[in-house]
């Protein structure tokens, strides 16, 4: 179901949810699937990694088929089995980019929301459809929404369970940037292969910065200090060089990732 493809002339790697039938949604076994998906990426060590699914959508969620809900226990599903594979797509070794087309939903989602950069189709569809289930939103839903549309929208969204779509999503500020659908992929592989072949530590670096702002709140001061830090420690390697050199030489930079 997850399949893992490296290109290593590129040096872009594509995770694929490849269960169309089922809207890409995920039980415990595509999880665990996803985690070894995820090692066996990160030790291919390529500079950029995509996630994306095939058929009408990235993901539709959690696979409630059959499901007995007298038997669930959601948190374990949800602390056990989806957060540590969230983590581990936030701490991956490379930048990374969803390509979002058709139902986002619950645990795909949280997918996305933990890749770096997210690319969606214009009519993709974002939202909480839990409210027929008698179940809320999860794998970070409440935190985004409230972060980017504040908690009244966030709130309209959850009691109506009215989905946005991928355009009107990017206009609120949820996500990257809206493509139409047929050139959602083409446009993610051209950035994620510009960025493979880029200055792959600073952009680490920018990382890094980034999650301990969106994490921990840190305000402006203490974030110029950490940004000083982080400058001082490029200026010491060898793309960092490589990158004055062709400014001052005027050409195009050749840089290693080093």
């Not at 590129?10 to 269960?19: C, D, M, Q, T």
């Not at 990694?49 to 007298?70: Q, T």
């Amino acid at each position: 179901m997850i399949e893992l493809q490296v290109d290593a002339e590129s040096g872009v790697a594509e995770l694929i949810f490849n269960k169309p039938k089922a809207m890409n949604s995920l039980g415990i076994a595509d999880l665990a699937e996803l985690s070894d998906a995820l090692d066996a990426a990160a030790k291919a060590q390529p500079k950029a990694l995509i996630v994306r699914g095939e058929g009408k959508g990235f993901s539709a969620g959690r696979n409630i088929k059959g499901l007995n809900p007298r038997e669930d226990d959601a948190t374990d599903f949800l602390a056990n089995k989806v957060t540590p594979v969230l983590r581990q797509l936030d701490e991956f070794p490379a930048p990374t980019f969803a390509a979002v087309h058709g139902p986002c939903l619950g645990v795909g989602l949280g997918i996305a929301l933990a890749c770096d950069v997210v690319y969606v189709a214009e009519d993709a569809k974002f939202g909480s459809p839990f409210a027929n289930l008698g179940a809320t939103l999860d794998s970070g839903g409440h935190h985004l929404f409230v972060e980017r549309l504040g908690p009244h929208r966030a709130m309209d969204l959850i009691i109506t369970g009215e989905l946005i779509s991928g355009a009107e999503a990017v206009r609120a500020g949820l996500f990257s940037r809206a493509l139409p659908a047929e050139e959602l992929l083409g446009f993610t592989r051209g950035v994620a292969k510009r960025a493979a072949q880029g200055a792959t530590l600073a952009f680490m670096a920018s990382r890094k910065l980034v999650q301990d702002i969106r994490d921990n709140g840190t305000g402006l001061w203490d974030s110029v200090e950490q940004e000083n830090i982080a400058q001082g420690k490029l200026c010491e390697t060898e793309d960092y060089y490589e990158g004055f050199d062709a400014f001052n030489e005027k050409r195009k930079p050749q840089f290693k990732g080093a």
